[in-house]
């Protein structure tokens, strides 16, 4: 299977697990950043539904390979991460576990630890997956920590799809007058959550709200699509997509201050 953004000389990177603190906490997370020396920016990378898997690991070493200090925290830590084989149940109920409030709190601090590595040039992107996705688009609505953030077919952003909770109070959609930095939503348009209709809500309020944003919805893709170790997989979408992504992270992140 061809993989898009693959690393064909891993001994470039370097790579450890390691964890920081977090309201009493201690985080775990996957760092990873270019073996040479030099001056580069940070990217916190935002896992799917079953936490800092080996394909997470995987794609926060693609972008370390395009020359960034890639963080992968586990937002499960506290609860502890579903299984790949768990039934969707459980991985909703682990998911819902997990507060808004605090998601933010623990990614400030995953971006102090950005922050703080050695040869960082102090600006940081974010990217995530589907609940990544979802918490990319929190996160970049609830901080000033960043300076771009791509939100993967973050679902159940609004009230319709994820009715307010104790744990999620606020719609995501009714908090992007608070985006701080530039936004690249990407979709599939066979995509149920979010739907094309819901990705319109979102595209509606950044309009109105005068952001800067893009939405690209792509054809022959639904829910996942780049991830290569689901049956979601869609090979054309995922090598279209990185590229784009790529793009993306160096004109907010490494171009013109």
């Known amino acids: 299977m061809a993989l898009a953004g693959e690393v064909t000389h891993?001994?470039?990177?370097?790579?450890?697990?390691?964890?920081?603190?977090?309201?009493?906490?201690?985080?775990?997370?996957?760092?990873?950043?270019?073996?040479?020396?030099?001056?580069?920016?940070?990217?916190?990378?935002?896992?799917?539904?079953?936490?800092?898997?080996?394909?997470?690991r995987d794609i926060a070493r693609r972008f370390a390979n395009l020359g960034y200090i890639a963080l992968a925290p586990d937002l499960y830590t506290r609860?502890?991460?579903?299984?790949?084989?768990?039934?969707?149940?459980?991985?909703?109920?682990?998911?819902?576990?997990?507060?808004?409030?605090?998601?933010?709190?623990?990614?400030?601090?995953?971006?102090?630890?950005?922050?703080?590595?050695?040869?960082?040039?102090?600006?940081?992107?974010?990217?995530?997956?589907?609940?990544?996705?979802?918490?990319?688009?929190?996160?970049?609505?609830?901080s000033n920590r960043l300076n771009a953030a791509i939100d993967c077919w973050g679902g159940g952003i609004t009230a319709d799809s994820a009715p307010p909770?104790?744990?999620?109070?606020?719609?995501?959609?009714?908090?992007?007058?608070?985006?701080?930095c530039p936004l690249y939503a990407v979709c599939g348009e066979e995509d149920a959550n979010p739907s094309p209709a819901q990705v319109e809500v979102l595209r509606k309020r950044l309009q109105d709200a005068g952001k800067t944003f893009t939405i690209d919805m792509f054809k022959n893709a639904g829910h996942a699509f780049f991830?290569?170790?689901r049956p979601s997989y869609r090979e054309k979408a995922a090598f279209e997509l990185w590229p784009k992504m790529g793009a993306f992270f160096a004109n907010h992140l490494k171009g013109a201050k």
């Open 165 to 180: 909770s104790e744990q999620r109070p606020t719609p995501i959609v009714d908090l992007v007058g608070r985006l701080c």
């Open 227 to 229: 991830a290569d170790y």
């Open 10 to 56: 891993p001994e470039r990177l370097e790579g450890r697990d390691l964890t920081f603190q977090s309201d009493g906490t201690a985080i775990n997370a996957y760092l990873v950043r270019p073996r040479e020396a030099g001056s580069y920016p940070g990217i916190i990378v935002i896992h799917e539904a079953w936490g800092v898997i080996e394909h997470i």
């Open 79 to 142: 609860v502890g991460a579903p299984k790949t084989n768990d039934p969707m149940n459980v991985v909703l109920s682990r998911m819902m576990a997990l507060p808004d409030a605090q998601l933010v709190r623990d990614l400030d601090q995953a971006a102090n630890l950005l922050a703080a590595q050695p040869g960082m040039t102090g600006r940081i992107g974010c990217v995530g997956f589907c609940m990544g996705g979802r918490t990319t688009l929190l996160y970049a609505c609830s």
